[in-house]
Nanobody
Framework: QVQLVESGGGSVQAGGSLRLSCAASGYTYSSYCMGWFRQAPGKEREGVAAIDSDGSTIYADSVKGRFTISKDIAKNSLYLQMNSLKPEDTAMYYC????????????????WGQGTQVTVSS
């Protein structure tokens, strides 16, 4: 059974940076595709970034050039480096894992963390 736990969220001013972490247990990142999603109040959950088993990455247009997704197989951890944060980035951020790349790209996953809050003030 896979368990995901996010950390690193917080409150920052616009233009600041945060680094989110997702610690996984029960599997390794060498066999699972991983992704970050976010959901703001009153809005649907949206994909932010994802990384497959080979290290290929995809990003939402709204975060390209500002966010970087990475993983550390030895530590069973996923990361999201967020730079040049904007108030529009304010949301609950979730870590997700699945062995199906096509499903993760469509916003689906078998395993989800409980989220970490990111708040960006202007």
């Amino acid at each position: 059974q896979v368990q995901l736990v996010e950390s690193g969220g917080g409150s920052v001013q616009a233009g600041g940076s945060l680094r989110l972490s997702c610690a996984a247990s029960g599997y390794t990142y060498s066999s699972y595709c991983m992704g970050w999603f976010r959901q703001a109040p009153g809005k649907e959950r949206e994909g932010v970034a994802a990384i497959d088993s080979d290290g290929s990455t995809i990003y939402a247009d709204s975060v390209k050039g500002r966010f970087t997704i990475s993983k550390d197989i030895a530590k069973n951890s996923l990361y999201l480096q967020m730079n040049s944060l904007k108030p529009e980035d304010t949301a609950m951020y979730y870590c997700a894992a699945d062995d199906r790349w096509w499903l993760l790209q469509r916003g689906g996953a078998d395993y989800w963390g409980q989220g970490t809050q990111v708040t960006v003030s202007s």
